[in-house]
Antibody, heavy 129, light 111 residues
Framework: EVQLVESGGGLVKPGGSLRLSCAAS????????MSWVRQAPGKGLEWVGR??????????DYAAPVKGRFTISRDDSKNTLYLQMNSLKTEDTAVYYC????????????????????WGQGTLVTVSS | QSVLTQPPSVSGAPGQRVTISCTGS?????????VHWYQQLPGTAPKLLIY???NRPSGVPDRFSGSKSGTSASLAITGLQAEDEADYYC???????????FGGGTKLTVL
């Protein structure tokens, strides 16, 4: 069974930093493309960014609002995905979901944006003074 | 403001049919990029409902169907049930933004 468990959320002041982790199990993590999606309180979903598998280049892409401030990385030896968030703003307050997709869905990916069939439970990040 | 526009809310009585639209542009849906749909029940993570415009993952009832035409896509739900009350989101890719995009979401109320 695929499991994605996020951790590291919490309260941080504007301008601060936070690192989220996502522990993955139940699938071959090293082959997976992983993404972060966030949802501000009472708002809709927002794609944050994606990292491909190392065999597919390990490249990352980010949404414009977080580019240059957020960094997605992975440790395949630990089956863990990370989201380093720097220069945090109040508008970054959201539940952050770690996500991935089954390999057979790769056919339906466009520009690295893929249908997501696995989601973590989410971790809340609150940016406030 | 999302580049994919959804109605904020739709409603229908049990047993009825409702549709939720997702309107994009020539840089996303109109460019031929696939559209995917999600259902999010209160307090839970989203669930994949439709992928590749019109395909249902295993376990999703055939009451749910998706279609795409031009710069828009639609999610149709027939035989509406109380348990369908949720938020629904469309997703695609935008070549101008070079990033994945979600619609703003639609709240479905079952009357």
């Amino acid at each position: 069974e695929v499991q994605l468990v996020e951790s590291g959320g919490g309260l941080v002041k504007p301008g601060g930093s936070l690192r989220l982790s996502c522990a993955a199990s139940g699938f071959t993590f090293s082959n997976a493309w992983m993404s972060w999606v966030r949802q501000a309180p009472g708002k809709g979903l927002e794609w944050v960014g994606r990292i491909k598998s190392k065999t597919d280049g390990g490249t990352t892409d980010y949404a414009a609002p977080v580019k240059g401030r957020f960094t997605i990385s992975r440790d395949d030896s630990k089956n863990t995905l990370y989201l380093q968030m720097n220069s945090l703003k109040t508008e970054d307050t959201a539940v952050y979901y770690c996500t991935t997709h089954s390999r057979w869905l790769r056919f339906y990916c466009s520009g690295g944006s893929c249908p997501i069939d696995y989601w973590g439970q989410g971790t809340l990040v609150t940016v406030s003074s | 403001q999302s580049v994919l526009t959804q109605p904020p809310s739709v409603s229908g009585a049990p047993g009825q049919r409702v549709t939720i639209s997702c309107t994009g542009s020539s840089s996303n849906i109109g460019a031929g990029y696939d559209v995917h749909w999600y259902q999010q029940l209160p307090g839970t993570a989203p669930k994949l409902l439709i992928y590749g415009n019109s395909n249902r993952p295993s376990g999703v009832p055939d009451r749910f169907s998706g279609s795409k035409s031009g710069t828009s896509a639609s999610l149709a739900i027939t035989g509406l049930q109380a348990e369908d009350e949720a938020d629904y989101y469309c997703q695609s890719y935008d070549s101008s933004l070079t990033e994945g995009v979600f619609g703003g979401g639609t709240k479905l109320t079952v009357l």
